[in-house]
């Protein structure tokens, strides 16, 4: 997808959740486990629109977003159901990502590690 028509579609998503607010029950949480980085509209419908095309599990995406897999859990939930509402269904396909050495292989990029590694003798 090019720049301008992801751009248009996080503003239709944005105009969506505007008009079409989550109903909350006073009083109650919204899940155990959710994990402590709220993930914001970009980023929920880039989840729903990573995860379906290649299958990606979600420890990959929970890291690189560094949030919780149950987070990831509800991106996705929230984004299929607002996609194919906006008429932008996502397509899927035969592809499973794993680990995300292999998400930034398909992106075409490689991680970083965080520490060098180490020699053994």
């Known amino acids: 997808m090019e720049a301008p028509a992801w751009s248009e579609l996080q503003q239709c ?3 969506y959740l505007t008009d079409h607010p989550p109903i ?3 009083g109650r949480k919204t899940g155990p486990g959710l994990g402590s980085c709220y993930l914001s509209a970009s980023d929920r419908s880039l989840v729903g629109v990573l995860k379906a095309p290649w299958k990606i599990h979600n420890p990959p995406l929970a890291a690189l977003l560094g949030t919780s897999r149950a987070r990831i859990t ?5 984004a299929n159901r ?3 509402a906006l008429g932008h269904p996502i397509p899927r396909s035969a592809i499973t990502v794993t680990t995300a050495d292999l998400l930034a292989a398909i992106a075409g990029h490689t991680l970083i590690p ?4 180490k020699n053994s003798k």
């Open 13 to 15: 998503y944005r105009r």
């Open 82 to 84: 607002i996609l194919d």
């Open 74 to 78: 509800e991106a996705v939930h929230e």
């Open 24 to 26: 909350t029950i006073p």
């Open 114 to 117: 965080d520490e060098p590694a």
